[in-house]
């Protein structure tokens, strides 16, 4: 297949490169050239949205990458994120086989940012990255990604910047409606109290009134997509372990903690709205409303049998391995795990996610001068309830010896002596691992903006000239109240027949049937679960992160000629006032008793001075090459940035520690260059080579520092007797600002019907992409050493190599297309047990979807479309590892997906 990649993409390029000397030897340098006229007819499906994004690009004054919708609400994908995914230099994570956040040119999520509208959006995540499955794709008629900055662009990342819009009426052509109605259904089956089955409804409509005057847009999606995904995983650390602390391995050897499979069944319940209201009486004025709004329901229930191998087995006989298997990198492969204790485990988690956004721009002419005043509002909520009951053998003890196997490539292998699928036998059980663990999470996300910006006429060089000022408000805040979940007075008892679901297989995982059952229903019948944030390690996840930023701009824009070459672009600077704070409670030991809760904050202001250049050459045969040079920030991560820490004194030194956030962080900076040049065939086609270079002159690291000042923490410390004083300076572990590094890239890109070559391949085309990234920035990660180890790693997020393809049909209403994005092995980022961010090796992945379609034209049916469509056509599996790929940790398989519709347009 990847050879199939690289073929399609040197033809692709060889035969625009070749089209293109060809034209060249066939005008004097006096000529001017003509453009190569492909087809007069108008295009619709694929082939509109391709020419829509082709014409985005090529009329940009910065390097930018397009996604334009074929028709209202026709946009292929679940979410904007697998149509974000699909272009040049991007990639995306999957959870929950959901394409969730994106990274640009090789950084993590952390390094971009996303707008609605050219207006910054909040995040239901801990962090800024935005959760792109929150977005219908119905709802969005395009997205433009910003590679390099301009001064006039606020919210700005360091990698990319990413905007979403949304239809405007008043440009739009008429009136129309458009509905659609999908079934879909997983391929992994029922299972549980959960099916395969799932659906999505959407309608827009689009109104014009008033002699076009006054111009309506509402957009209504729906989906309900099943949960269901079978996952085998192993525990952190992979470890080298000592002389006789594991009877049966040789010291040395890297082994696991244990091992769990499970099958995890539910729904994600997803309603957005779109609204857009355009008022414009005259020329002089153009009022725009914008309203959206999203929903989101996860519930799922995920159950588990898992076996510790490592040091604890409830203090039953020592566990011992016979017949080990050690390969040749030193890893524990297999074997019999003896007098192990497995545990039955059910997790049931609900997510609820709203996003609300308002915008409210008003366009004014004035002479030749336009003013822009926008006012824009966004919050995000996260609510969840993480419950987990554990059920155990009884009565007790009943060991078990289990067979392992972890060296196939697929799921590994865990099979148990004894029959674990009587619910009769199994006992919810205060002693040993107790009967079960919640969280209650929630994060709040809000943001208040204010722009006022105007374009007068220029001169000379300059078309026009942008002045503006942008002042953002921003509050973040997590807390995350948990506690055990205490069995009853009733003692230990078995999950009641009403309550059960029935059996799941795990016999992809050697386990075979386990129990399933309602966890909070028996939560509420058997157990009390009382959560709190007030406990001495639960009162750090609890924090306040506030942010203003004062941008000004002044942007020159460049329409101008050198000699006989037209030079468009722009040159102008944007200079950033930060002023951040971050307040929080800490539970500091060192005072009296019911005193230890004390209040903390932190904060920082600084300014940043950021200048930036476009431009863009225009030369025969409609080719382009562009320049771009900029100085960049990406501000730090709002977790990095909580004052929330902890700390202790050790009583024998007398010398403190701790570990916590920085709300001193700065961002990370960068000197970027990027060259592209660009071959384009009117609308219809173009091929692109692009490089870039980043400089980042700063890098956040987590590091640990010996000089840290506890003055203010210390200073009514009364020492226990015996022990030693309380020194003033200690050892604190938290993240910081350290030297940077080099990133560097290549993009190719073509897309081009092959009616190009030959009019009998008329209707067929590809659009293809291969990116290829390199970075000698090597951090070290101390709070993700137990999975990606000790060493120096590359870059969060960074793949060495992205590829995107996508070959289509298209010709009298028939359509059909397939696309593949691919990624090589990554650094991703996802969230531990403790609620916390880790990091994780992850094997590169090859997604695989394809579509097909009927459009009719004419007759009693025109302006229907029949479609049928796969994702995740080969049953991608995710994979991630602790260091070395022989060292697995998760390994998931979440089924394809097969959507039957229909869309009507009327």
Known sequence: MLNMQRNLLSVALASAITLTATGVQAQTANEQPDAVDLDTVVVTGIRAGIEGAISTKRDSTSIVEAISAEDIGKLPDVSIAESIARLPGLAAQRVAGRAQVISVRGLSPDFSTTLLNGREMVSTGDNRSVEFDQYPSELVNGVTVYKTPDAALIGQGLSGTIDMQTIRPLSYDGSAVMVGARYQRNSLGDAANSDADGHRINATWIGKFADDTFGVAIGFSRSNSAIQENQVGLYEPWQAIGDGWRPGVPAGTYYSDGIKALRRTGHVDRDGVMATLQFRPSNAW??????????AEQEDTANQFEVHIGDYNGGFDRLQVTNPVINGNGTFTGGVANNVYPLVRGMYNLREDKINAFGWANEFNVGQATIVA?????????????????????????????????????????????????PSTLYLNNTIYGSGYGKTPRVEDELKTFKLAGTFPGGSWFSGIDVGLNYADREKSKRQPEGPIELGAQGPTPIAQDLQYGRVNLGFAGVGYIPSWNVPAAVD????????????????????????????????????????????????VQVQRVDQSSNANIWDGTQPAGQEVRPVEGGKTYTDVLPSLNLAFSFAHEQM????????????????????????????TGRPGGAGGNPELEPWRANAVDLSYEKYFGTKAYVAAAVFYKDLKSYIYTQTRDDYDFSDLVADYVPPPGTQPAQN???????????????????????????????????FGVVASASFFDSDIQILDPESASSVGDDPISLPGLSDRVYNWTLYYERNGFEARVNQRRRSDFIGEIGNFAGNRTLRYVVGENITDAQVSYSFGSGSLSGMTLLLQASNLTNESYQTYAGSKDRPLEHIEWGRTLLLGVNYRF
């Open 286 to 295: 153009t009022s725009t409303l914008d309203l959206f709004y999203s929903k």
């Open 729 to 763: 300076i200690g050892d604190f572990t938290q993240p910081m600002n350290g030297e940077g590094g080099r990133l560097s890239g290549l993009e190719l890109t073509a897309s081009l019907p092959f009616e190009l070559f030959s009019d009998t391949l008329r209707g």
């Open 525 to 572: 019948r058997y157990m009390t679960f009382e959560p709190t944030e007030n406990e001495p390690w639960l009162i750090p996840k609890a924090w306040t992160v506030n942010e203003e930023i004062t941008t000004g701009f002044v942007r020159a824009n460049l329409d101008t000629e050198w000699g006989s070459v037209p030079v468009t672009g722009n040159i102008g």
């Open 625 to 652: 090459l562009r320049f771009a040079v900029a100085q960049q920030v990406a501000r730090p991560r709002v977790d990095q940035m909580r004052a929330s820490l902890e700390f202790g004194v050790n009583p024998a």
């Open 374 to 422: 926008d006012v824009g509002y966004s919050k995000a909520e996260r609510d969840e309830l993480n419950l987990e009951n554990n059920l155990q053998l009884y009565p007790m003890p009943q060991l078990d010896s289990v067979t392992l196997d972890f060296s196939g490539s697929g799921f590994s292998q865990l099979t148990p002596g004894r029959d674990y699928s009587d």
